[in-house]
């Protein structure tokens, strides 16, 4: 079975999203192995998120992701990336598709509720970014 990194973001926490974003996850049948509650800084932000320090919206997004606590949670299961990707559904949640959690609950194409890593190796990376082997239990 797969692992994928999950950011529940500084807006679906402040509405008290948490549970039912995890419902949908749990739902798709992704087991949530590992979870916690932290308050990022805007330094940790913008190391998470280095891939995207060219791009116009970075600063912008290191602000929003420093703003308020984000719940870090590792996903398992069969093509866990994927499958995480297609519950979150698309960035712009103009344009995801219903049912989706970003169709149900994102405010924005920047304050879109959740991260989801995006292959093998960013998994495998993200994961080790916020947890230790002792917390990832099997
Ligand atoms: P993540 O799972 O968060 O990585 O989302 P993604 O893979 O669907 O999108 P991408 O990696 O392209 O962008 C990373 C994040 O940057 C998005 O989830 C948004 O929060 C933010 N972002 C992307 N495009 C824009 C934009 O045009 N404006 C703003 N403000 N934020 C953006
Ligand atoms: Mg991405």
Redesign the pocket.
Known sequence: TERTLS?I?PDATRRNLTGKINAKFEDAGLRIVAQKRIHLTKAQAGQF?AV?AE???YD??CE?MASEPVVVQVLEGEGAIAKN?EV?G??NPAEADAGTIRAEFAE?????S?????APETAKEEIAFFFSGLELVG
């Open positions: 950011i973001k998120y995207h791009r116009p919206f912008e997004l929003f990707r979150m698309a960035t924005s194409v920047g304050e879109n959740v991260h989801g890593s995006d």
